[in-house]
C-alpha cells in the first residue's frame, strides 16, 4: 500500500533574520515531495533590530529562561510567521505547520538549543496543528540538535550522481555530504553572518548585494590565516555551532571593501577546511541559501576547493524555498513518528524523533 501523502506548510526564519520563509509541499515524510508554493514575508527594520537585540541577550544567558525583551520579539516573530502563512498560496489545503522558530542561542554542549516562537499562538492565529521544537530531543540524547535539513536533502537527492554535497549558506553554513554508501552533515562555519555583520557595521545595508564590495577589495591574507586558526576546523563532523560564535573582530581596520573580500573569501575557506574532514573527494557541490545569489562567494568557492559549485535550481531544486519546505518534511515525519535526525547527521547515538505538537 502506498504511504499517504499530506500537504504541509513549513516556516523557517534564518540566523541572518531576513525574512519568514513559508513554503507548501505535498509530501509522505519519506522520498516524495511535490513543491506547490513559496513566499517570504520580510522583517521590518524594527522586527529585525528587536530579534537580533534578544538573541544578542540570549547568547548572554546560560540556559533558555524569561527575559522581557525576548518575550516581546518571541510575539512579533510569531505574527510575522501567521502573516506569512496567510499570504502563502494554498495554504488553506494544509492542515499542518512545522514552525522552526528563531533560533537565539545553541549550546549542544551544554545539552540545550534555545529557539524562540508561540506555537500554540501560531497555531490559535492560523487554525492548524502546529510541529515545533525540533532540536531539544536530539540534544537530550546527545546530539548537536543540527544541522535538521540534510534527511530533506537526502530525500531529494535519492537519484543524483554521487559523491556530492548540498551547502546551504545561510547565516550559518552546514554540509550534507554524500556517498554511494555513506553520508553525513555538519555545519561548516559562518555563511553570509560575518559578510552581513560587516556591511551594517560600515553603514552600507544589510548585506553586500551581488558580492560587489567584496569584488572590489583585496584580500587580507594574514587575517584570513588567523580566522581559520582554531581547532574547530579541524575537527570532523558531527558539529554544529553558534552564529555568535564567530565575530568580524579580526577585519575591523580594514577598508570596507577588503574587509568584504577576506570575510567572502573566509566563508569560502571554511568549506574547503570542512571538506577536509570528510572520507571522500565530491564531484560537486550544489549551494542553497542566500550565498548562492553571491556570485563572488560561488567563484570563490569553486576556486578554493576545486570542485564545481552551482545553485540548487541547477538540478530543478527551489533554492529560496528549501530550508522552509525541510520543516514541512520534517513535521509530516513528526506525525508519522518518523526520526528527524540520526547519527551521521548531528551525532545523537540512534535515529531520534522529535518535535512537539500544538493543536488549535
Known sequence: MATEKHPGIGLLSGTSVDAVDAALIETDG???????????????????RLIRAAAAVAVAMSGPGEHPLIAEAERVLTLAHAAAVAALPGQETATLIGFHGQTVAHRPTDR???QIGDAALLARLTGRAVVHDFRSADVAAGGQGAPLAPGFHRALAAGLDRPMGVLN?????NLTWFSDDDWGA??????????DDWMQENGLGTFDAEGALAAAGMLRDDVLAAMCDLPWFDQSGPKSLDRADFSIAAARGLSPADGAATLTAFTAETVRLALGTIPVRLNRLLVTGGGARNPVLMRMLSDRTGIPAA????????????????????????????PLSWPETTGVPAPTMGGRLVSP
Open 112 to 114: 540545550w538549543s534555545w
Open 186 to 195: 555538519f555545519d561548516t562555519g559562518p555563511g553570509n553572518s560575518l559578510i
Open 30 to 48: 519519506e522520498d516524495f515531495v511535490r513543491p506547490i508554493a513559496f513566499v517570504d514575508r520580510p522583517y521590518t527594520q524594527p522586527e529585525h
Open 311 to 338: 545553485p540548487v535550481e541547477a538540478v530543478g531544486w527551489q533554492g529560496d524555498a528549501l530550508e522552509a519546505q525541510a520543516f514541512a518534511w520534517l513535521a509530516v515525519r513528526h506525525v508519522r513518528g518518523l
Open 169 to 173: 549558506l545561510g547565516g550559518v553554513g
